[in-house]
């Protein structure tokens, strides 16, 4: 038998399927955002720049329904962070030595990391007693909002531009999901300023709605083995 004729368990990239993983992470947040809805009527979780009086009455009337959603965004925050390992190692694999690969890897842990903080302030938000301190809480939700919003759309950006250059340089991905990721990084990147100019927080929404069809496309697009 000749070398050649061996098959070797490493000439394909092995690892959890990077697309599994995206459709899991969207779904749980989406699951998030439809329970509470439900649970809540509509009213759905108060942003920080709500008067805080509504904002304290929401979160003692629906605090089940904010747990929930609490801890359903904390859980999509792991398999966010396990698409970043898979998709980084992939690249790796494919003998894609570039820093970008590097920068994915830490703007896609951020961003999972970032998420799930989030997760864990609204969490606190919910407990017994928070909500009757309106300094506390409000102080919870902005630290929760700058995670959640600003941050983890920031940190998301540089998972879609590191991943989406070499995708798009050496054929990894379809052209149109690499572009589709230049482009969110780019808006990503730019809501920056939003901490500056408030009205440019509808850019957070663009990207990180964005950026599910692009973790998607890409999980299930990306080359997987050498000789594709």
């Known amino acids: 038998m000749s070398v050649s004729s061996i098959h070797s368990p490493y000439s394909r990239h092995r690892g959890p399927h990077p697309g599994i993983l995206a459709v899991v992470h969207v779904s749980l ?41 609490a801890v359903l965004q904390f859980g999509a ?4 962070g396990l698409f970043t390992a898979a998709v980084t190692s992939r690249l790796n694999f494919l003998g894609v030595n570039v820093t ?8 896609g842990l951020s961003a999972s990391l970032f998420m799930a903080l989030s997760g864990l302030c609204t969490w606190v938000l919910t407990q ?12 919870m939700q902005l630290f929760g909002f700058a995670t959640g919003g600003v941050a983890h ?40 300023l939003s901490l500056f100019f408030p009205a440019l927080m509808i850019l957070l929404p663009v990207v990180r709605f964005g950026s599910y069809v692009w973790l998607i496309a890409t999980g299930f697009t990306i080359a997987r083995s050498k000789t594709k």
């Open 29 to 69: 947040f989406v699951a998030s955002l439809v329970i509470l809805g439900i649970l809540t009527k509509g009213m759905g979780f108060p942003n920080p720049f709500v008067p805080l009086a509504d904002a304290q009455h929401r979160l003692q009337s629906f605090a089940d329904a904010t747990r929930i959603n």
């Open 77 to 80: 925050a792991i398999p966010l």
């Open 100 to 107: 970008g690969v590097n920068i994915a890897f830490f703007g």
């Open 128 to 139: 017994p007693g928070v909500a009757d301190n309106l300094s506390a809480m409000h102080a």
């Open 153 to 192: 759309v920031v940190a998301l950006g540089l998972l879609m531009a590191g991943i989406a250059v070499p995708g798009l340089l050496g054929g990894y991905t379809p052209k149109w999901v690499a572009w589709l990721g230049l482009i969110l990084a780019g808006i990503a990147e730019l809501s920056t």
